[in-house]
């Protein structure tokens, strides 16, 4: 999550303590701001969330996340992601909170779930959805509480559009094209 693209908006901006310098790989450039961390279910209906300077681990604030919503990890839970979350420590982690790591096999690693691309799209699609046509990128926010606000706003649009598809039955749950105008 972009906050300011210039050096000069970076010295005044009262983000500076919180947000920081961090990669975004899909954009192939560098930031300043922070990482939205998900956990959402299989219809992207999100679930817990926060926000983290892009200089701290993704391993390391994902175990936070699931540490303090600890409560929602349920025994058989089956956690989705990516190749950043490889790592001993992490999978013993959640198996100790009764949950299965499913991520895509790294080089050299044997084989252990195949290919992964049509689960790997879920993950995908709701942050497109969020950044899309929820404008996540384009918060505005000018402070840690406003930032907080805007991410807030669009998670909850988010999720009150998914609730509403599954009670009237819409065949596409995070669909958002009838709420678009």
Known sequence: MPCAASRETVKR???WPSAGYGYCASHH???WGFRLYLLAGADGLPIAWCLATPKLGEREVAQALLDHEHLLVEQGWV???DKGFAGADFQGH???LGA???RPDRKGEPRRFGSLGGMRQ???STFDTLKDQLGLERHGGRTPAG???RVAQRLLALAACICWNWQIGAPVKRSLIAYDH
């Open 13 to 15: 901006s009262a983000l």
């Open 29 to 31: 450039r560098y930031f």
């Open 79 to 81: 956690v989705l992601g």
């Open 94 to 96: 959640l198996a100790g």
């Open 100 to 102: 299965l790591l499913v």
């Open 122 to 124: 879920w993950i995908e």
């Open 147 to 149: 930032v907080f606000v």
